[in-house]
């Protein structure tokens, strides 16, 4: 299994807003979480062509993080500007 317990509690505490293993409902620990998983699967889907239904898992995460990114920008764009340059999302 690429993503463990302590993965997810190692991505809560680095990218979390209140930095803490037990920070899963933040925008930015979750942000975190979903960019990790679309990492994995384009990585997978770079060896894996044909494998549709992982293609459209990783479409529907993009589009759950692009959501959670719109929030962000209008609630509050500092948050996500530190988001953005802490995860290396924007190029």
């Known amino acids: 299994m690429y993503l463990t317990s302590e993965k997810k ?3 809560f505490k680095n990218h ?3 930095k803490s293993e ?3 409902g933040s925008p930015e ?3 975190s979480l979903f960019t ?3 990492q994995h699967l384009t990585e997978h889907l770079k060896s894996n062509k044909k494998d549709h239904r992982s293609r459209l898992s990783l ?3 993009v589009g759950k993080r692009r959501r959670l990114l719109n929030y962000l ?4 764009i500092e948050r ?3 988001v953005i340059a802490e995860l290396g999302i924007r190029k």
């Open 29 to 31: 620990s979750q942000i």
């Open 80 to 82: 996500y500007r530190a």
């Open 36 to 38: 990790f998983r679309i």
């Open 16 to 18: 979390g807003r209140l």
């Open 73 to 76: 920008v209008k609630n509050d």
């Open 22 to 24: 037990t920070d899963t």
């Open 9 to 11: 509690a190692e991505l």
């Open 59 to 61: 479409m529907k995460l």
